[in-house]
């Protein structure tokens, strides 16, 4: 359906913030829904964060809300997690996931329900 490589990954000190990016190829990024998700060793994938196709809706898992932002610029074909007050809880890989249609997914915190994922970046958060 769509391509994402995702990027921005790194080491980081607990306390401090990171910018993750997910760009999207083809012609109809506009019409998808995004999200974010995350996986640390022997644990599930867990929901972060979602965007309608707009930008116009959002919704965060409790873990990050009031620390972490989504938004999107469709001009740029990009979708961004900014990641502030980190902790060590923070750390995984996390995942870019799409899906077709302009409002986010009714189960959005089911992996199954997003169409087309990313690769993967990793986010170490040191103590």
């Known amino acids: 359906q769509v391509q994402l490589v995702e990027s921005g990954g790194e080491l980081v000190q607990a306390g401090g913030s990171l910018r993750l990016s997910c760009v999207a190829s083809g012609r109809t990024f506009s019409n998808y829904a995004m999200g974010w998700f995350r996986q640390a060793p022997g644990r599930e994938r867990d929901f972060v964060a979602a965007i309608s196709s707009s930008g116009a809706t959002t919704s965060y898992a409790d873990s990050v809300k009031g620390r972490f932002t989504i938004s999107r610029d469709n001009a740029k074909n990009t979708v961004y997690l900014q990641m502030n007050s980190l902790n060590p809880e923070d750390t995984a890989v996390y995942y870019c996931?799409?899906?077709?249609?302009?409002?986010?997914?009714?189960?959005?915190?089911?992996?199954?329900?997003?169409?087309?994922w990313g690769q993967g970046t990793q986010v170490t958060v040191s103590s």
């Open positions: 996931a799409a899906d077709f249609g302009w409002r986010i997914p009714a189960k959005m915190e089911v992996p199954t329900e997003w169409g087309s």
